[in-house]
């Protein structure tokens, strides 16, 4: 039904409607577009996307939202891979790649035509976690290796977001038992070297546009407990997905923290 959604006044206006950097698809303004922050984020690949949309659909929102569809569809089969490479089970890749397609969470993303950022740092993300599992598989193949750092790469210039695939890789050798040595440390280097220029980078872009927000009015022990929250936050909302919202404010004063859900976090995350 998203296909017959509108654009929103939401962000949409600002990486469609209005966006002057997407109206030509040419080899100047491609360069142009890797080498601006856009919106308080730098994510040329999305904006070369919307270049491409613009291009072939203009206005119309149609093609915007069908793009949307297709490629969480793709993402879908995606995780559907990736959880067989894991789990070596069809029933159990099954049952996780359907989840991911239904489940209430990723509506914002797929029917918001501002939420291409998702789906495509989501496509590179699954595609380079296949390609070092079959790295791994395949005797250690360099060209694989080579090709899970470029399509994280990608998927770092689609979202910021994808700065915690390194974190990522080593778990999947904790699943697949791989012997943990200095080996597996080396080859996570380039992975972790281009988190950190990404999340500086996105740093960077935040703050040129104030985006980050200016948490001088709460304590210390505020901002542990917005941190540890934030973690029960979307486990909870996936386990149990009802009274969604488009934004979730923080705290507007001290006395909102002596909510049971804010003192219990941190015993709940560290028990965990």
């Given at each position: 039904?998203?296909?017959?959604?509108?654009?929103t006044?939401?962000?949409?206006?600002?990486?469609?409607?209005d966006?002057?950097h997407?109206k030509?698809?040419s080899?100047?303004?491609i360069?142009?577009?890797?080498?601006?922050?856009?919106?308080?984020n730098?994510?040329?690949?999305?904006?070369?996307?919307?270049?491409?949309?613009?291009?072939?659909f203009?206005l119309?929102?149609?093609g915007?939202?069908?793009?949307?569809?297709?490629?969480?569809?793709?993402?879908?089969?995606?995780?559907?891979?990736?959880?067989y490479?894991?789990?070596?089970?069809?029933?159990?890749?099954?049952?996780?790649?359907?989840?991911?397609?239904?489940?209430?969470?990723?509506?914002?993303?797929?029917?918001?035509?501002?939420g291409?950022?998702?789906?495509?740092?989501?496509?590179?993300?699954?595609?380079?976690s296949?390609?070092?599992?079959?790295?791994?598989?395949?005797?250690?193949?360099?060209?694989l290796y080579i090709?899970?750092?470029?399509?994280?790469?990608?998927?770092?210039?689609?979202?910021?977001?994808?700065?915690?695939?390194p974190?990522?890789?080593?778990?999947?050798?904790?699943i697949?038992?791989?012997?943990?040595?200095?080996?597996?440390?080396?080859?996570?280097?380039?992975f972790?070297i281009?988190?950190?220029?990404?999340g500086?980078?996105?740093?960077?872009?935040?703050?040129?546009?104030?985006?980050?927000?200016?948490?001088?009015?709460?304590s210390?022990?505020?901002?542990?407990?917005?941190?540890?929250?934030?973690?029960?936050?979307?486990?909870?909302?996936?386990?149990?997905?009802?009274?969604?919202?488009a934004?979730?404010?923080?705290?507007?004063n001290?006395?909102?923290?002596y909510?049971f859900?804010?003192?219990i976090?941190?015993?709940?995350?560290?028990?965990?």
């Open positions: 039904s998203s296909l017959n959604y509108e654009i006044n939401w962000d949409d206006k600002d990486y469609v409607t966006n002057i997407i030509e698809l080899l100047n303004n360069q142009h577009i890797f080498s601006i922050f856009y919106v308080g730098y994510h040329p690949v999305v904006l070369l996307v919307y270049s491409v949309l613009y291009y072939l203009g119309n929102p149609f915007y939202h069908l793009f949307n569809i297709l490629f969480h569809l793709v993402n879908c089969l995606l995780v559907f891979w990736l959880t490479k894991l789990a070596n089970k069809i029933l159990i890749a099954f049952i996780v790649g359907l989840l991911f397609g239904i489940h209430p969470l990723h509506i914002e993303s797929v029917t918001w035509i501002s291409t950022k998702d789906i495509l740092y989501t496509l590179f993300y699954l595609g380079s296949i390609s070092y599992l079959y790295y791994i598989n395949k005797s250690f193949n360099k060209k090709l899970s750092l470029i399509l994280f790469i990608i998927s770092c210039l689609s979202k910021a977001m994808a700065v915690t695939l974190i990522a890789l080593l778990l999947f050798d904790y697949l038992n791989r012997k943990f040595n200095i080996k597996i440390f080396i080859e996570k280097i380039p972790f281009i988190s950190l220029i990404i500086v980078i996105a740093i960077y872009a935040q703050s040129d546009v104030y985006a980050i927000k200016d948490f001088t009015s709460y210390w022990v505020e901002k542990l407990l917005i941190a540890f929250w934030g973690i029960l936050f979307y486990i909870y909302k996936m386990i149990i997905p009802l009274n969604l919202s934004i979730y404010p923080y705290p507007n001290s006395s909102e923290f909510q859900k804010f003192l976090s941190p015993v709940l995350v560290i028990t965990l």
